[in-house]
């Protein structure tokens, strides 16, 4: 029997094991099981952006993973480079400087996801890709790497920083045919 889709907005900071046990087993017939064959999300993407945020959102995500007997694919997208832009950096470095740091921050960011998943047992590949919209490398690398649940954090930025810097977790929520649990 096809598993039941989930849901957005799981308060995962109150109870991760609460949480765990309503998704792991949770089928349209009514049974529940712990068995590879029932487990409802096998391959988590974990979109991170290396804010306070998402290393929060990437503990719990490791815990749910484990619980879930879950594998995870960390993932960073990497700004374009453009000349016209609000981030200093960019104006000073040429386009190979900017590559270069970019590159060295996603190792940094990715590599707190690997130690994460390490110290939670959880088998855990990286990947990243350049983009201009974040939200749809999220999904596009979701597709790619079978992941059948997006664990994503939220900002939380709501009125008039929302509507200015747009809501990458809102995006992908809106775009998405792959179920997202928003840690929030």
């Given at each position: 029997m096809a598993p039941v889709g989930v849901l957005a907005m799981l308060p995962m900071q109150r109870c991760t094991a609460c949480v765990t046990d309503a998704v792991v087993g949770l089928f349209q017939d009514g049974s529940s099981s712990t068995g590879e064959e029932k487990r409802l999300y096998k391959h988590l993407l974990l979109p991170t952006d290396g804010s306070l945020l998402s290393e929060v959102a990437v503990r719990h995500c490791m815990q749910f993973a484990r619980d879930a007997g879950a594998k995870v694919t960390g993932f960073y997208a990497m700004p374009e480079f453009q000349v016209l832009t609000y981030k200093a950096e960019m104006l000073e470095d040429t386009r190979e400087e900017f590559e270069k740091h970019a590159r060295a921050q996603a190792e940094k960011?990715?590599?707190?996801?690997?130690?994460?998943?390490?110290?939670?047992?959880?088998?855990?590949?990286?990947?990243?890709?350049?983009?201009?919209?974040?939200?749809?490398?999220?999904?596009?690398?979701?597709?790619?790497?079978?992941?059948?649940?997006?664990?994503?954090?939220?900002?939380?930025?709501?009125?008039?920083?929302?509507?200015?810097?747009?809501?990458?977790?809102?995006?992908?929520?809106?775009?998405?045919?792959?179920?997202?649990l928003v840690h929030r």
């Open positions: 960011i990715l590599s707190f996801v690997k130690e994460s998943a390490q110290a939670q047992g959880v088998a855990c590949d990286t990947t990243t890709s350049t983009a201009d919209h974040p939200w749809a490398a999220i999904i596009q690398t979701a597709r790619e790497h079978g992941c059948d649940l997006i664990f994503m954090a939220s900002h939380g930025r709501g009125g008039l920083a929302g509507l200015l810097l747009g809501s990458e977790t809102q995006k992908v929520l809106t775009h998405s045919k792959i179920p997202v």
